[in-house]
């Protein structure tokens, strides 16, 4: 590896980092104010956004320790026998940089990954290394997101959690024979035990924090995980049973869906096209589906065709209440919670609205109107004092109807 200075590292370690979608702010034009012109750039340097666990949005300095790797996944760019660039942080390096951008007021924290260099366990340790020294040696109160190696000892991945506000532990693939396929050297019972003890440590650091107010926390953002969508054959009901096993078994706080990017000089084992970027979209829904509106993996999945994949060109709550139109109209003055939050169009602040309003008074379609986006798109499925849909729902066409409309507004028209 020819000697590189620390920007120039910086731009192979940012952009190397941008494959990882737990924290993405990828998908924006490229801008910059090089030349003297303007404030700000969308490009280099990788700094992204997340979210915290109270809400606010914060910048993050998103970099790998190293993009060099002793594994040869097929879908990755910085696989063993990728032709890219190299290039590697020492821990004291990633330290620094840290510090600095943090008080320039770019970055409000750090997100590392790395390659596997010389064995999981030195990986691991170096990735430890940088978020022990930022906490203790220059108490460092920002924000750390860390992914973790699941092949290494269990006590090192551990030590990630006393040090970071996160931690991931990527599945990769939402199929074993996917990962077995694609990832020969990953092994999905280590990964899963790494995601169980994970929990388990999560959930003492939280009953200590209970008991002790003093305790030490313990990744207190909890652990996240990232499936590559589109790289094997697994249908979207495959990939929302996983993400539904995932969640319940290992408590995730998130379950991140990629798009699998061709990358250069592809294995033939991989596809040559990327999947349609609208089907990470409509995972994302679906998970949200799961997650805060009450849907089962099976009901999510009973929206999707015979093949089990979703609908690309309307969301999967919309396609569930087409294809299971007994269950509608909902009155929206007498209905239950749950059955408001089939209704397509009424996300969980417009229920939760609802529902205090009709304590004092019967809802009109207006009302409802008022809450929504497109009115359009819930009427079918809604009674309110005043509107019934009466054949509406049952509409023949209603899917073509209600399908969002794609043309290019014209922009001064
Ligand atoms: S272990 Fe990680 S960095 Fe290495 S090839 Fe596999 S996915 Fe890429």
Redesign the pocket.
């Known amino acids: 590896m020819s000697q590189l200075d620390l920007q120039q590292k910086l731009a192979i370690l940012a952009d190397a980092a941008k494959y990882d979608a737990s924290c993405a702010s990828s998908g924006t034009s490229k801008r910059d104010s090089r030349g003297g012109k303007g404030v700000g750039s969308t490009e280099g340097m990788g700094i992204c956004h997340a979210y915290a666990p109270d809400g606010r949005c914060i910048s993050l300095l998103k970099i790998l320790l190293t993009n060099s790797?002793i594994?040869?996944?097929h879908y990755?760019i910085?696989?063993?026998s990728s032709n890219v660039r190299r290039a590697r942080f020492t821990a004291e390096e990633v330290v620094r940089l840290t510090l600095a951008f943090y008080r320039r007021n770019y970055i409000e924290g750090l997100f590392l990954s790395s390659?596997?260099i010389r064995s999981p366990n030195y990986t691991m340790e170096q990735i430890v290394e940088v978020a022990r020294s930022l906490r203790e040696d220059h108490d460092f109160r920002g924000y750390i997101h860390l992914k973790t190696i699941p092949d290494a000892d269990p006590e090192l991945v551990r030590l990630a959690g006393v040090h970071a506000d996160r931690v991931s532990i990527n599945v990769?693939l939402p199929t074993a024979s996917g990962l077995a396929r694609l990832?020969p050297e990953?092994d999905g019972a280590r990964i899963e035990s790494a995601m169980k003890d994970m929990r388990v440590s999560i959930d003492d650091g939280a009953d200590a924090r209970k008991r002790y107010r003093t305790a030490p926390s313990f990744a207190p953002a909890g652990q996240s995980t990232q499936m590559i969508v589109g790289a094997d054959s697994a249908s979207d009901a495959d990939i929302v049973g996983r993400a539904s096993t995932l969640y319940d078994r290992f408590r995730l706080r998130r379950v991140y869906y990629s798009a699998f990017s061709p990358i250069p000089d592809a294995s033939a084992v991989l596809p040559l096209r990327r999947p349609p970027l609208m089907r990470e979209h409509r995972l994302y829904q679906s998970d949200w589906l799961m997650r805060f509106y009450g849907f089962s993996p099976a009901e999510v999945a009973s929206a999707a065709d015979p093949a089990g994949m979703l609908p690309l060109d309307i969301d999967p709550k919309l396609a569930w209440a087409l294809k299971f139109r007994e269950s509608f109209p909902v009155d929206v003055n007498r209905a239950p919670r749950e059955a408001l939050l089939r209704v397509p169009g009424l996300g969980v602040k417009a229920v939760d609205k609802l529902l205090q309003s009709r304590r004092w008074r019967r809802l009109r379609l207006d009302d409802v109107a008022r809450l929504t986006v497109s009115v359009a798109k819930v009427r079918p499925f809604i009674e309110a004092e005043g509107w019934r849909p009466v054949s509406l729902t049952d509409k023949a066409d209603l899917g073509a109807w209600l399908k969002p409309k794609t043309d290019q507004l014209e922009l001064f028209a």
Request: aromatic residues 8%.
């Open positions: 790797c594994f040869d996944c990755c910085n696989r063993k390659g596997i990769e990832a990953k």
